[in-house]
Nanobody, 120 residues
Framework: QVQLVESGGGLVQAGGSLRLACAAS????????MGWYRQGRGKQRELVAA????????YADSVKGRFAITRNNAKNLTMDLQMNSLKPEDTAAYYC?????????????WGQGTQVTVSS
């Protein structure tokens, strides 16, 4: 099993920055791709950014050039999301996710989420 804990959310004015962190624990060796998702009020959860075990990244068009995802595969696996030039439409609950190999199949683990609110 894998446990994911997010931190770093909060309230920021438009144009400001926040850095989210995700700390993983448990069966770290079986974690493959990781990513950040977000869900605004009344909206579906959407992918914000993803990163492979090797460090390849993928971003939603809405955050390209503003957000940066990083990952540290050291003993205590962590993943960060640096968010710059924040906009009110970035307001959402942000979730850390990890694809974990369990008995030969991928299972997705989720963190509990952290709220990001961007005021205009």
């Amino acid at each position: 099993q894998v446990q994911l804990v997010e931190s770093g959310g909060g309230l920021v004015q438009a144009g400001g920055s926040l850095r989210l962190a995700c700390a993983a624990s448990g069966d770290l060796i079986n974690i493959n791709d990781m990513g950040w998702y977000r869900q605004g009020r009344g909206k579906q959860r959407e992918l914000v950014a993803a990163i492979t075990r090797g460090g390849n990244t993928n971003y939603a068009d809405s955050v390209k050039g503003r957000f940066a995802i990083t990952r540290n595969n050291a003993k205590n696996l962590t993943m960060d999301l640096q968010m710059n030039s924040l906009k009110p439409e970035d307001t959402a609950a942000y979730y850390c996710a990890a694809d974990v190999v369990v008995r030969g199949r991928y299972q997705r683990s989720w963190g509990q989420g952290t709220q990001v609110t961007v005021s205009s």
